[in-house]
């Protein structure tokens, strides 16, 4: 007879199938598409928008991992640009939350530590705020024939809209993360879901 610690075991390795990761890869992608498109406030002095899109991210790569939260972090944003009539930042959104989601999958590994999911998202977060600081500076002096100088006191302005979509991003991805990987631990489909995870060890308090 099968002991609980086998059947754990089982639970917590093999690998997530081609088929299960294109799957998820898609469902995630239009979450963070439909996210940052349905929500948008407008930035005047960018011509950017703030946007929930960053909450979908961090919840499909502290999940996911790297290859799902940095494919779908960029093409879902992307599309969302492209589809907007924000078109001029779409190549620099597909690059910058292609980056955020796979850092932040790449550092978390689907862990269940909330210290590592901090790390996580922090790293995350500041690929988000500095691609964005640089790519609009940039922009701006270039578009509007602006000196690089105010390219950047116009980017600035961006920059606390930016910190509080990704703080808003940590403060419900993270929590959220950790609920679906619970959930789908407590299911025999965790490893064809998620793929091979760390176990969980005690926090230091």
Partial sequence: MESKTDAASKVVTGHRTPVVTITVTAVFTALVFLSTYLFQIPIPATQGY??????????????FGPTVGGFAGGIGSFLSDAL?????????TLII???????AGLISRRSLQR??????????????VLGY???????????FGSSSATGIVAASGEVPFNILQVVGGGAVGIPVSIGLKYAFRSTPYFSRI???????QPEKK
């Fill in 50 to 63: 703030f946007n929930l899109g960053d909450i979908m991210i961090f919840i499909t790569s502290l999940t």
């Fill in 84 to 92: 907007g009539g924000f078109g001029t930042f779409a190549p620099f």
């Fill in 97 to 103: 939350k292609g980056l955020e989601g796979y850092v």
């Fill in 115 to 128: 210290r590592t999911l901090m790390i996580a998202w922090a790293a995350g977060s500041v690929v988000m």
């Fill in 133 to 143: 600081f640089a790519t609009e500076s940039f922009l701006i002096a270039l578009v």
């Fill in 194 to 200: 998620l793929g091979p995870a760390p176990r969980r």
